[in-house]
């Protein structure tokens, strides 16, 4: 038996492989939580019956006024790092989080120096936090070694996501692969943050040595920062959680969106709970503008109630992706992983808030398309070590690199054998074919370069604008 949980012989299995690993039993009460809506029939879906226009929002820019609040509070506010990905998809086997960014400093070092830029600023040892998966752990804990300063926190840097079982899809059994185990587990999605917070005593360790709220946000986004006008803002307006938001453009038409439920509170629907014949319309960046930049805000005592009254399981919503078995090979048997969304909290909270924030908050990482945009001079790095869009511009140059030959992460820096040309005043940019950019390469509004098959080069010192077809 597991808390209220009785395991039942198609349970059992998952029990006792969870059992063997050592997950704490609200990690196990939690997964099963969701395997049970699975099992009764729960697709994972919010329709659009139940989705409907938010309404007015509060706007970071007119949160001016709260900013005496928050700066008085800033040494309350712990960092945490969302730092469990993989850079598989550019051809890394570590922590994308260790990709170099800027004059060869990686994510977790722009991290760890916002991090000491907000210590000097509040005089005091505001902590920052990684959460890591089983397969970053190790080495972000090694890069952060080298920052001693942060060695004097209230708690430890780091902590563990949980893992969970796959689900074959035929019979919803565990999945048991004993030539590469490995493949019989999963990540159960950034909503782990509460339950992971919590069994790993992290979260009663930062309330009692006096930090009240968290920042969440994800590695790869060096946008994001502890705001004084945001933190100033929930405490006048005793909010327990807030979600920034950003206007959706057609980039962005993926991304999970916020919405108001029928019940009046505010929401979040990703991609995955929507049926086939309601993507368009989830897509519909007229109809849905806001999209969920994953930067989140909590209320530390909040979250240790909420998971109180829920016997150590915060009921998100359920997320049903099917995946094959092993990624690499698309005909391996179909799986199902459950997974859950860190800002579904929103809908969970009673006083919870949505802010509408600007695109300088938002700077993720994804491909090496957004690589060459945040290694360009279309950022800029701040005096604290932010990694915000240069000034004038209001969203990032939209950039289609060929995949055949910039996909993957080596292949990428050596055809930018002198660093990335400049995009300041790039609009979009399109490279087609296998092409190397030289030195001093600078590039303007829209352009295409087409590259032949056999390799073609951009030569130093010229500017782009329009197609350019090189021989």
């Known amino acids: 038996m597991v808390g209220r949980f009785d395991a039942s012989d198609s349970t059992q299995p998952f029990v006792s492989r969870m059992e063997a690993i050592e997950m704490p039993s609200d990690a196990i009460r939690s997964f099963l939580f969701h395997l049970e809506r699975l099992t009764h029939g729960e697709?994972?879906?919010?329709p659009s019956s139940v989705v409907h226009s938010v309404g007015e929002i509060p706007v970071f820019e007119e949160l001016e006024g709260f900013r005496v609040s928050g700066r008085s509070a800033l040494a309350k506010v712990a960092t945490i790092k969302l730092n469990g990905g993989l850079g598989t998809s550019m051809g890394l086997e570590g922590p994308k989080s260790l990709l170099p960014v800027r004059d060869?400093?990686?994510f977790l070092d722009l991290i760890a120096r916002q991090a000491l830029a907000l210590r000097k600023e509040t005089g005091s040892n505001a902590p920052l936090l990684l959460m890591n998966s089983y397969r970053t752990d190790t080495e972000s804990r090694l890069l952060l070694q080298s920052y001693r300063e942060l060695n004097n926190q209230l708690v430890n840097t780091s902590f563990l996501q949980h893992r969970i079982p796959k689900i074959l899809c035929r019979d919803l059994s565990p999945v048991v692969c004993p030539e590469d185990t490995d493949l019989e587990w999963c990540p159960p999605g950034h909503g782990d943050l509460y339950a992971a917070l919590a069994t790993s005593g992290t979260l009663s360790a930062l309330i009692e040595s006096g930090v009240e709220f968290a920042f969440v946000s994800n590695a790869d986004n060096l946008g994001a920062h502890v705001s004084s006008r945001i933190l100033g803002y929930m405490i006048e307006q005793g909010v327990d959680f807030a979600m920034e938001v950003c206007e959706r453009t057609l980039a962005d038409r993926k991304g999970g969106h916020l919405y108001r439920h029928s019940n009046g509170r505010l929401g979040l629907r990703e991609i995955a709970q929507c049926s086939s014949d309601e993507l368009d319309g989830f897509q519909d960046i007229a109809k849905y503008p806001l999209f969920n930049t994953n930067n989140v805000w909590l209320r530390l005592r909040a979250v240790d109630h909420l998971l109180r009254a829920n016997q150590g399981v915060i009921p998100l919503p359920t997320i049903v992706n099917r995946k094959p078995l092993d990624p690499r090979q698309t005909d391996s048997p179909e799986t199902i992983q459950l997974e859950t969304a860190m800002g579904a909290a929103i809908s969970l909270f009673d006083r919870a808030a949505a802010?509408?924030?600007?695109?300088?908050r938002f700077s993720p990482v994804k491909t090496t398309n957004d690589l060459l945009s945040v290694r360009s001079d279309a950022y800029q790095l701040?005096?604290?070590n932010r990694l915000i869009l240069h000034p004038g511009r209001t969203a990032p140059p939209k950039i289609q690199l060929d995949p055949q030959y910039f996909s993957l992460i080596d292949e990428f820096d050596m055809r930018f054998p002198f660093g990335p040309p400049s995009l300041r005043h790039c609009d979009e940019l399109e490279v087609r074919g296998n092409v190397v950019f030289k030195q001093g390469v600078s590039v303007?509004?829209?352009?295409?370069?087409?590259g032949s098959d056999t390799g073609s080069t951009v030569s130093a010192a010229f500017t782009i604008t329009g197609s350019v077809i090189l021989d």
């Open 382 to 384: 701040t005096e604290d």
């Open 43 to 46: 697709k994972g879906l919010i």
């Open 355 to 360: 802010i509408r924030v600007p695109r300088q």
């Open 444 to 450: 303007r509004e829209t352009a295409v370069v087409t």
């Open 104 to 106: 060869k400093l990686t």
